[in-house]
């Protein structure tokens, strides 16, 4: 059965053209018009995706994510009008997977929805395959690295933090996220990652993996094959 896609707009006139294209890329589709009804309609349909405006009446679509996260990992694709940088970091931090500012073109919207149920499918794959991002393949089943097929020595911090990173290529993970993957049992504080990741990103360079680790300034990082 092909995906469902649950379209938070209060636009009507924007959430037609929304629909209209999903539909075409053979996805199934739910409308709400607003925060309130977009909560009764996750929770009734049970999406596998949800577009989400930022600015609803009723509740914000911030307000919407929180609630989404609370339940589970369901993607959100937010959608706005507001481009300033600090709205996109409040929304990745919140869990967004991804941000599209309007005008956008609903091809690019529908570009970026199959980009990010690519990756939910691929995270929910074997646990026991190998995870490639470019060069890179991350084998956890036996707890190795390898770029360009040659083995890329890393301490288990970095190897845990690396394997997390792989598991959602493209998408920014938040410091306090890979803290949890690597070192769940550990005090540490959050800038123990940035030592971590500063020394596989060294690595990494020394094996001439391409610019793969990538620093989201004020949420985290992200594992990204170069274009």
Request: no cysteine; charged share 20%; aromatic share 0%.
């Given at each position: 059965m092909s995906a469902l896609i649950l379209i938070v707009e209060d636009e009507p006139q924007l959430a037609e053209v929304l629909e209209a294209y999903a539909r075409q890329e053979g996805y199934r589709t739910e409308r709400a018009?607003?925060?309130?009804?977009?909560l009764t309609a996750y929770r009734a349909a049970h999406p596998?995706?949800?577009?989400?405006d930022v600015m609803l009446p009723g509740r914000s679509?911030?307000?919407v994510l929180k609630t989404v996260?609370?339940?589970?990992?369901?993607?959100?694709?937010?959608?706005?009008?507001?481009?300033e940088e600090s709205d996109q970091i409040v929304g990745l931090e919140?869990?967004?997977d991804d941000y599209v500012v309007k005008p956008f073109r609903p091809r690019e919207v529908m570009a970026r929805v199959k980009a990010v149920l690519r990756r939910v499918q691929a995270s929910q794959g074997d646990p026991e395959r190998p995870l490639r991002v470019g060069p890179l393949e991350v084998d956890r089943r036996?707890?190795?690295?390898?770029?360009?097929?040659?083995?890329?020595s890393l301490t288990p911090a970095e190897f845990r933090l690396l394997a997390h990173l792989a598991q959602v290529p493209g998408r920014a993970c938040t410091r306090e996220e890979l803290l949890a993957?690597?070192?769940?049992?550990?005090?540490?504080?959050?800038?123990?990652?940035?030592?971590?990741?500063a020394s596989v990103r060294r690595k990494l360079d020394a094996a001439r993996a391409g610019e793969l680790l990538h620093t989201v300034r004020g949420v985290g990082y992200r594992l990204e094959a170069p274009a």
């Open positions: 018009g607003d925060g309130i009804a977009a596998d995706l949800i577009l989400l679509g911030l307000d996260r609370a339940d589970g990992p369901t993607p959100v694709i937010l959608v706005t009008a507001r481009a919140l869990g967004a036996a707890a190795r690295a390898r770029v360009n097929g040659q083995p890329l993957a690597a070192l769940p049992e550990s005090d540490a504080l959050e800038r123990v990652v940035d030592a971590h990741l």
